[in-house]
């Protein structure tokens, strides 16, 4: 026997910013841009099933919420960017930014989970994450293909992801495992 429920009611509240600016550059065209959100409020209220309760509410705001929904909810998340095009040739700088989180889990206890050797606090509070990426495009004048060439370093800097109490080691919602990617890639249209 399965039985379906709603589950708690959730109030949520943020602001979203967003700003471009282009402007020319020599004989090419200069753009930055960045964009944010930052949650103000994530209330997840009690969540009961037959009049019992199940889970009293709480907010969410700055907490992994690992074993939970609504899942991490880093308060602050933004990218930037500054992009440079002049003749055929692309030139993109990137930056991804999540704020840090706090293992809920681990409030209240002297260690977090203590192993053979002590206690220990891996993972207690998820630092926040940055990352940098360079983008780089370049048009081929060809007469038959649309023809581009393409190189980015990812994670240039070969940012870790934060360390996080889970089975893999960081939230893959706060971090980047890879490290520093390269990618070279050509692209044709015909």
């Known amino acids: 026997f399965t039985q379906w ?22 004989s090419g065209e200069l753009t930055l841009g960045a964009n944010a959100s930052h949650i103000l409020t994530y209330k997840i209220g009690d969540f009961f099933v037959e009049g019992e309760l199940l889970r009293p509410g709480f907010s969410a705001v ?86 581009q060439l393409q190189f980015s370093i990812e994670n240039f800097t070969n940012e870790d992801a934060p360390e996080a109490r889970v089975p893999l080691g960081y939230n893959p919602f706060t971090g980047n495992p890879l490290g520093r990617v390269y990618r070279v890639g050509l692209r044709a249209r015909f």
Do not use: M
């Not at 708690?8 to 020599?26: E, H, I, N, S, V």
């Not at 977090?112 to 926040?128: L, Y």
């Open 62 to 147: 700055g907490l992994a919420n690992l074993d939970r929904l609504p899942g991490t909810i880093a308060p602050w998340r933004g990218n930037a960017f500054v992009n440079y095009n002049i003749d055929g040739f692309n030139a993109r700088y990137g930056f991804k930014y999540i704020d840090g989180v706090r293992d809920e889990r681990c409030d209240g206890k002297e260690f977090c989970e203590t192993t053979n050797f002590g206690g220990t606090n891996f993972g207690r509070n998820i630092s926040s994450y940055k990352q940098h990426d360079i983008h780089l495009a370049y048009d081929l004048d060809l007469a038959a293909v649309e023809t």
């Open 5 to 26: 429920v709603n589950g708690p009611k959730t109030k949520t509240t943020g602001l979203d910013f967003q700003a471009t600016y282009r402007t020319d550059l020599g």
